[in-house]
């Protein structure tokens, strides 16, 4: 009998729920992020893969050449030497644990380092721009960035890119499980604090500044230096996935860092499961990631059926997605909700206190 996902054209099922959760908590970590900007603060950020690429190409160099530096590896790491380095620094980690969580944490720590600079950097000259000059800023730094290291070699070895150590060899065969893992529990952090950031007293500043910036200036707001911390801040946690990323994949390259996959299918994935909705962006992203890696799993079955390339589905079906959703619901799967910045018991408790102190009825008054 075949398990229940080949039914539906998989057969290598562990594999594909794996790959759907380290992806899904990839995404959600960007997209995350995103919504603080664009949802909550009105920030078009339409540079998203420059952090991305940023944390995972420094966070990358940093580890092979900590790795080295730590285990005493002779060569270039970042050299011609570097897959053959990586490969013998994997072996030696094999049985060196805590070796391989110093390295995580140095990696980790490095990518939301250069995510926070690179926010600061690309926000600092164009902090005062309108939402279309802004976008349209970030989108060229993503670019200029990506031929930056395509082309300068001491970071990550230019086009061909480098390989890093597995710091999950220790686990043996459960070494993508507990990458997949680490990337689940990261992302778990980064939806509790967006959750618990946009309830605060700053989450609706954020909402007033979007919604209406004069006014929110006439109250005493610094929306300058709000749009300038929102945006680092959403950085910061961008350069952690692509240093998570890194760490999943094990090596870097120019290459792989486009805006399609790293700016245009999260802004797909806010827009579908809701603007300014954390919960409709995790679901957003959820019904995103499945139908990508359903679509990538069984797209060449129907290469027979279908009168085009299947290599375009997953382009014609969320460019769809996009023109519907628009169309005909435009909030989202879950559109925004007013947050309320006091839990229920007390909400309720202040409300019992009030009718409390309400003045007496005409009835109930003295002649």
Do not use: C
């Not at 240093?243 to 802004?267: C, H, M, Q, S």
């Not at 679509?295 to 059926?305: D, E, F, G």
């Amino acid at each position: 009998m075949l398990p229940p996902l080949a039914i539906l054209g998989i057969t290598n099922w562990p594999n594909f729920l794996t790959s759907l959760l380290a992806l899904f908590a990839l995404y959600l970590i960007i997209t995350i992020s995103l919504n603080l900007e664009m949802g909550y603060a009105g920030i078009p950020n339409f540079g998203k893969v420059l952090y991305f690429m940023g944390g995972a190409a420094f966070s990358g160099s940093v580890a092979i050449r900590a790795s080295a530096w730590l285990l005493n590896a002779k060569g270039d790491p970042v050299g011609l030497d570097n897959f053959i380095i990586a490969s013998q620094l994997t072996t030696r980690l094999q049985s060196d644990i805590p070796a391989s969580v110093l390295l995580i944490a140095v990696t980790v720590a490095v990518g939301a380092f250069v995510g926070g600079v690179l926010g600061y950097i690309s926000i600092f000259p164009a902090i005062r721009l309108r939402e279309d000059y802004l976008a349209m800023l970030l989108l060229g730094a993503a670019a200029f960035f990506q031929i930056f290291l395509g082309n300068y070699s001491p970071i990550i070895n230019g086009t061909l890119g480098i390989g890093i150590p597995n710091f999950f060899a220790w686990a043996g065969g459960y070494g993508t499980l507990a990458a997949t893992l680490l990337i689940a529990g990261v992302a778990l952090v980064v939806y509790v604090y967006a959750e618990r950031m946009v309830r605060s007293p700053l989450g609706r500043t954020l909402r007033a500044m979007r919604d209406n910036e004069a006014a929110s200036e006439a109250l005493g707001k610094d929306t300058v230096a709000i749009r300038r911390n929102v945006l680092i801040i959403a950085s910061v946690i961008t350069g952690i996935a692509g240093a998570l990323y890194t760490i999943y994949t094990g090596d870097t390259n120019p290459a792989i860092y486009d805006r399609v996959t790293w700016t245009f299918w999260p802004w797909l994935m806010v827009i579908l499961g809701g603007v300014a909705s954390n919960s409709g962006v995790a679901l957003g992203t959820f019904v995103f990631v499945f139908l990508l890696q359903y679509i990538n799993a069984t797209k060449y079955l129907l290469q027979n059926i279908l009168p085009f390339d299947v290599t375009w589905l997953e382009y014609l079906l969320f460019g769809s997605m996009l023109i519907v959703i628009m169309y005909v619901r435009p909030q989202g799967l879950i559109k925004e909700k007013p947050s309320a910045t006091l839990n229920h018991s007390e909400i309720s408790g202040i409300m019992e206190n009030l009718e409390g102190k309400a003045p007496p009825k005409d009835s109930e008054k003295g002649g």
